[in-house]
């Protein structure tokens, strides 16, 4: 790895950590050390990096703002990639917006609010980035990135440049092309808006964050709903039926405020997080005979 490092330091792609810890990194605040984490300045610097590794046979991710991930607590000896240079933002044509894939979410969307564009009020309490709402085709409130992106434009795994249509997307429930082809980087994203009252849009925001703020545990570290809803059932109520809500491992809780959240309450651990996750898993199955299906990835547990 030195030798990689010392590789990339020479071809200038960008801002280097090394040995850090992902506690930092991640909304649970959990995981182990990554040996190294890359910020390239340009798709160009990007594209170097990635020949860079794969030449030498060295692991990568594309690292949001961690927002849906589980690091184990292992070293991750590879290289992590952050588009966080990848932040141009423009209005254009009275609705539309072209942005950067590592935009902050959030913050896009109280952008578009104050712009008086309404759609993306349901992204305001989603702590992630552009690219990975995109990768996790990421909603709430019966919406999701999937109305409102127009295109994406990406790197593919042979280093070409290339726009993505809306439909090419193929966005379903927490699910998009790039999920099913890991390859391919979402680089940024034309978003179709519509006009509407920005004191309209901003109360809406308001009152979400109101019940947020009620009905989730957002006092401590987590990774938002940990399950995605099955069809005609909610993850939440499942998981609260079976008195699990409350249950502790360590210092993570199964909230007892809402049972999709599993909370680092107390310096928890990754392991003390992935047991909980794998025991409603499997007591909702036993149960219901459901396989709940996990909205946060598995990273560095092989």
């Known amino acids: 790895m030195d030798e990689i490092i010392k590789k990339i330091k020479e071809n200038n792609i960008g801002k280097l950590e090394e040995n850090v810890s992902l506690k930092k990194y991640t909304t649970y605040r959990v995981g182990g050390v990554a040996r190294c984490i890359v910020y390239p300045r340009s798709v160009t610097k990007l ?3 990635i020949k860079i590794l794969k030449s030498s046979n060295i692991k990568f991710k594309i690292l949001g703002r961690g927002s849906n991930l589980l690091f184990s607590n292992k070293l991750y000896d590879g290289v992590l990639i952050k588009l966080d240079c990848f932040d141009d933002l423009e209005f254009f044509n009275k609705n539309k917006v072209r ?3 590592g935009f902050s979410l959030i913050k896009l969307s ?4 104050k712009k008086g564009l309404t759609g993306l009020e349901f992204a305001a309490g989603i702590p992630g980035s552009v690219g990975g709402a995109v990768f996790m085709n990421a909603g709430a409130y019966k919406s999701d990135m999937g109305y409102i992106i127009e295109s994406v434009k990406v790197l593919t795994p ?7 249509e809306n439909k090419e997307m193929n966005f379903h429930y927490r699910s998009s092309y790039l999920q099913s082809h ?3 980087i979402c680089l940024e994203v034309i978003l179709k808006l519509q006009k509407g009252k920005k004191e309209a849009i901003e109360e809406v925001i308001s009152e979400r964050k109101k019940r947020r703020v009620e009905s989730q545990p957002l006092e401590y570290p987590s990774a938002g709903s940990v399950f995605r809803n099955p069809e005609n059932n909610y993850a939440g109520k499942l998981i609260e039926d079976l008195g699990l809500k409350g249950l502790i491992k360590g210092g993570a809780m199964i909230s007892d405020k809402h049972a999709n959240f ?11 997080i992935k047991y909980l996750i794998d025991l409603c898993s499997k007591k909702v199955y036993d149960e219901y005979k459901i396989e709940l299906k996990c909205e946060q990835e598995f990273v560095n547990w092989e």
Not at 262 to 267: E, G, H, L, P, Q
């Open 47 to 49: 594209v170097t990096l």
């Open 99 to 101: 942005v950067g894939a």
């Open 110 to 113: 109280l952008l578009t609010a």
């Open 158 to 164: 042979d280093y070409k440049v290339i726009i993505l």
């Open 182 to 184: 890991p390859g391919y």
């Open 262 to 272: 599993i909370v680092n309450y107390k310096d928890a651990e990754s392991d003390d």
